[in-house]
């Protein structure tokens, strides 16, 4: 079965997770990965995280999420929100997610 190896910075964490599994569900799990929401509904922005390495295991971003993103000024391959983030796969994938600071 192939597993992804999902870290989050700046709190270090890392988990092991399948392909399907939702970041938010990670992150809800675990709270030691410190990853702040507010609206959990692609509204605030709150959940921003710099993807450090690993986007082609992320699903694709939808209308709602580029919305968010383009407030910020954030695209979809450096950036994500973590409330509408899924794992998509890839075997022996890293993943690392950074949460933003602004
Ligand atoms: S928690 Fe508001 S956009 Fe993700």
Do not use: W
Request: proline content about 5%; aromatic content about 4%.
């Amino acid at each position: 079965m192939s597993r992804i190896r999902v870290r989050f910075e700046p709190s270090g964490f890392e988990v092991h997770a399948e392909p399907g599994e939702a970041i938010m569900d990670i992150t809800d799990a675990n709270p030691a990965a410190d990853v702040p929401y507010s609206c959990r509904a692609a509204t605030c922005g709150t959940c921003r995280v710099e993807v450090v390495e690993g986007s082609e295991a992320l699903s694709t971003a939808d209308e709602f999420e580029l919305e968010v993103l383009d407030i910020f000024g954030d695209t979809p391959d450096k950036v994500r929100l973590c409330c509408q983030t899924k794992l998509i796969g890839g075997a022996d994938t890293q993943v690392t997610l950074r949460v933003c600071e602004d």
